[in-house]
């Protein structure tokens, strides 16, 4: 069972280009998040999905887009990136929504640490 | 959204000696306070978590102290050892039926364990 699996663990992009960020779980959890890690800021939530083919907002969402074709992956896209994006992201899964009263925790990958130079 | 305060932000500690970690939260219908350790290079894991009609949870040398009244919650850690040293996380989730459906983490405590 490898849970929370992020690729690459490492990246290093020039300003203006973009990437992909990957995601996949194999607990067949609904839903599934991405936040960044920046030192004294904690983690961040960035998007957050409830289930395929639903996605929403967090608190940093602007110059990231995500989706959710299907069950197990959730894909982080920076279309243009830029300095500011230098960060450790992180996906995280659980079996039900933080706001729902299972309060089931959140699963983490080991995350991967972007340079935007 | 919910606001989440995390104190201190570094803590040393002689090896077994006793650590704590405190957090207030901003939104008193939150019920749900879960405690994350990260180590170095990897993800944040899941230690012990608290829901709302409870005022103490322990495991082990972990536990972890709920006060609503004034919306805080602790982190305490008993002869801590070399391996506790890590940062750790507090969070809350979401008001019910307002802001982005995600926990709200703390800014983090590095803990050192000194031998």
């Known amino acids: 069972n490898a849970g929370v699996t992020q690729t690459p663990k490492f990246q290093v992009l020039k300003t203006g280009q973009s990437m992909t960020l990957q995601c996949a779980q194999d607990?067949?959890?609904?839903?599934m998040s991405w936040y960044r890690q920046d030192p004294g800021m904690g983690l961040r939530l960035i998007h957050y999905s409830v289930g395929a083919g639903i996605t929403d907002q967090g608190e940093v969402p602007n110059g990231y887009n995500v989706s959710r074709s299907t069950t197990e992956d959730f894909p982080l896209r920076l279309l243009s990136a830029a300095p500011s994006q230098t960060s450790v992201y992180f996906c995280?899964?659980?079996?039900?929504?933080?706001?729902?009263?299972?309060?089931?925790?959140?699963?983490f990958g080991n995350g991967t640490r972007l340079t935007v130079t | 959204g919910e606001n989440v305060e995390q104190h201190p932000s570094t803590l040393s500690v002689q090896e077994g000696d006793s650590a704590v970690i405190k957090c207030t939260y901003s939104?008193?219908?939150?019920?749900?306070f879960p405690w994350y350790k990260q180590e170095l290079g990897k993800g944040p894991q899941l230690i012990i978590d608290i829901r709302s009609n409870v005022g103490e949870k322990k495991d082990q040398r972990i536990a972890v102290t709920l006060n609503k009244t004034a919306k805080h919650f602790s982190l305490h850690i008993t002869e801590t050892q070399p391996e506790d040293s890590a940062v750790y996380f507090c969070?809350?989730?979401?008001?019910?039926?307002?802001?982005?459906?995600?926990?709200?983490f703390g800014k983090g405590t590095h803990l050192i364990i000194q031998p």
């Open positions: 939104d008193s219908a939150s019920n749900y």
């Open positions: 607990m067949n959890h609904e839903y």
């Open positions: 995280a899964s659980s079996y039900a929504r933080p706001a729902s009263s299972y309060n089931s925790p959140l699963h």
């Open positions: 969070a809350a989730p979401p008001p019910p039926g307002g802001g982005a459906d995600g926990l709200t």
